[in-house]
């Protein structure tokens, strides 16, 4: 595909417009549960995305999705890549990146984070780190480091699609709004301040905009009065629609008003999305083993669970699910769930699917995001392997884990 045909791509992929008859083939071939990432579509994703800031400079979260797979597809098309902790920079060294062109959010950083960091930094004085608590300034001075610093402003708003995710207004994250001349000063003092930053909230669609536009201006505001800083980064957050009747975000209409929010600043405007360029890239299949009829349900078993994908569980998110096996089949309210024993390991509850058969193969959509990255091995069960679709074939990027696996670190 030519760079203008990735930027025209559809704004979203829609669970129904995979190949079924190849999802069935990887599920025949790799065995399930299995995560499907199509590398094409992840790079799509954010080309289209960067296409909609042509002045802007977007970078990939990398925390929506760190295998390396990803991380390669994403620098291939030029993407940089915002890291959240040590690991995730040490992953994105591993997958070629620049350190200098990393930006390192801290949140509470734990002390082999900021040591990493900052050993990076001494061979790559280009990477970023980004504050959001005066202590870690001081813990940055007491490792000697003078380097580039952004400071993260809780602008007092958040938004997104579900509360434990609105960061905006969480005291947790950011220097509070007042503060942020004064701390600017102190950075200016011991440092190199570069950026100002915000990270408020995600899963942002329409509806929200308004109010993450709102975030957005406080963090123009103060990038005038603060003044002199290289970027101004408005961090991630635009939402994926979940629902098969839920209009994708407007991109066009998202970058007016994310220009108009901003205002005029001397400064590169920066963005950090990451379920977006992820999130429908990405799907899971999964095997029917169990049909159960009850006074109040059928109820479907599948050898996917919630350590496989959490979302459903801890957030109560709709995930888009259909039967690749047998898609003309007439369908049929059901609830879906897997083998762990808790009533939170519900995919979806009287969900018109295909009626499932045992042995079908269902599909689990836009599990792109915040999939494989919060799997666990809860009941001892071995994460399943990854595959990835690049260049019209498929491969194993990330392995089945064995019971070896499970039982590994224990002495
Ligand atoms: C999580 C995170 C992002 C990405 O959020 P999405 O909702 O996945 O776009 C961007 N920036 C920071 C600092 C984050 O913590």
Redesign the pocket.
Known sequence: MSDLDLARSPAIRRLADWDHQQLQSLAAEYGTPLYVTDLERVKANYRRFSAAFPDAHVMY?A??HTGRSVLEALLSVGADI?C?AGGELKRSVDAGADPNTLQY?AVNPPAHDLDYAVDLAEEAPGLTITIGATDTLDRLAERDYDGRVAIRINPGIGTGHHEKVATGNDAKFGIPYEQVPEVADRVREEFELVGLHS?AG??VLTDDLEDHCMAIERVGELARRVGGVEFVDI????GVPYHEDEPPLDLEQTAEMVREAVGEIDAQLKL?????IVADAGLILTTVNTIKETPTATVVGVDASLATLIRPAMFGSYHPMQNVSAPDRETEPVTVGGPVCTSADVFATDRPIARPERNDILAIGNAG?YGYELASQFHSQPRPAEVALEDGTSRVVRRRETLEDVTRVEQ
């Open positions: 979260a925390k929506a915002e959240a959010t990270h995600s899963g961090g991630g957050g635009f950090e999305p990451g379920r977006y995001s």
